[in-house]
């Protein structure tokens, strides 16, 4: 199966390193999470593809405070300084990529799409290291990716990746093996046993300070809502529900969770930013749709400074916007230069 994306109708993601928001997560072996006896392996490589075509002459200028941003119609990781100027870009060949995501290192993970499926993984210096993942050729199961969903890396330097095509996540680690896989719902051989008690096609993923994984459901059948996981992928609880009240959603994308504990969700189809406590309890909301500041047009990642700021790719007005904490739009940038950016990712 591939899930193949029209231009502009991409289900983008937002990433940020934030070492207050690092959790450990370890592997367990559960109902549904299974570990494999002989587990794929990644394909390594050496070439350099980061800055093939840089705005400003020294790569080393970069270092800290830089901004990622995954421009996906136009195949390609775009870097910004702080203020919104662009640096530079890069691709590897990206096919519409959808996700990305930094680890505590700089090293950086992309997620890629349309006909590819895999994920590349980059140093800090921008050379490629190896490649993982594969398109659904030989059936599904561990080591088998979509064409689209998102990434979390935890702070032992492993990454979650969803597959929601296939209604299930796996964790590989560091090196690009991968650790396990978590059902969540009856696809066949390589995921048959569902951790959860309804099905769900988990999009956006997030992890909180206890390391428990949370992820957006996008499944309409069963109701848009965020469900809630243990560090090992055992179902723990779900909030949300299908709507436009407060709470409530209507094909929900990415979510990001601040230093205290605070859910924040891109309701996309409703075009605003809700706002959750720890528990699920609904607190705010904030953005209506339109193109004008603080407004949202296919809102879909989010992501956190270390200032608490927040990070908002609005997909289809082709920019990132920047709010405070408690929803004050702050700025913007990527106007004129940004064709549906998926995901975003700050530079430590």
């Given at each position: ?22 959790i ?51 195949h ?27 680890d ?17 993984k ?5 050379q ?36 929601p ?5 796996q ?6 093996n991968?650790?396990?896989i978590?059902c ?12 959860t008690?309804?099905?769900?096609q ?22 848009y ?13 779900t ?23 605070d859910?924040y ?9 809700e706002k ?13 749709f ?45 106007n ?13």
């Amino acid at each position: 199966m591939k899930h193949t994306l029209p231009p502009k109708q991409f289900v983008p993601t937002l990433a940020l390193v934030n070492a207050g928001l690092m959790i450990v997560l370890t592997l367990a072996t559960v109902t549904g999470v299974s570990s494999a006896q002989s587990r794929p392996m990644a394909t390594h490589n050496t070439e350099t593809y980061l800055y093939d075509n840089v705005l400003s002459a020294d790569p080393a200028s970069r270092v800290g405070g830089n901004i990622y941003v995954l421009d996906t119609a136009h195949h390609r990781v775009a870097i910004f300084d702080a203020n919104g100027n662009q640096l530079g870009q890069f691709n590897h060949g990206f096919s519409s990529p959808t996700g990305m995501a930094l680890d505590a290192s700089n090293n950086l993970y992309v997620k890629d799409g349309n006909y590819h499926c895999q994920a590349d993984k980059f140093n800090s210096k921008g050379q490629f290291l190896f490649r993982f993942g594969a398109c659904d050729t030989q059936g599904l199961g561990l080591g088998v990716f979509d064409n689209i969903g998102s990434m979390a890396v935890d702070a032992t330097g492993d990454v979650w990746v969803t597959s929601p095509d296939f209604y299930y996540m796996q964790k590989v680690d560091s090196s690009g093996n991968f650790l396990s896989i978590v059902c969540m719902a009856n696809v066949g051989t390589g995921c048959s046993i569902p951790v959860t008690p309804f099905l769900v096609q988990p999009y956006g993923i997030a992890l909180d300070h206890s390391g428990n994984i949370y992820v957006t459901n996008v499944d309409q059948t069963t109701g848009y809502s965020v469900v809630k996981f243990n560090s090992s992928g055992v179902y723990l609880s779900t909030f949300g529900s299908s709507g436009s009240g407060d709470g409530q959603f209507t094909y929900p994308q990415n979510l990001a969770i601040d230093s205290t504990g605070d859910i924040y969700v891109a309701d996309t189809g409703n075009n605003r930013i809700e706002k959750f406590g720890p528990n699920g309890k609904y607190l705010s909301q904030f953005g209506s749709f339109g193109s004008g500041d603080g407004q949202f047009n296919n809102p879909v990642g989010l992501a956190f400074d270390p200032e608490g700021n927040i990070y908002v790719s609005d997909v289809n007005n082709d920019r990132i916007q920047k709010f405070s904490s408690s929803g004050t739009y702050l700025s913007q940038f990527g106007n004129g230069l940004l064709f549906g950016p998926n995901a975003v990712a700050v530079r430590k």
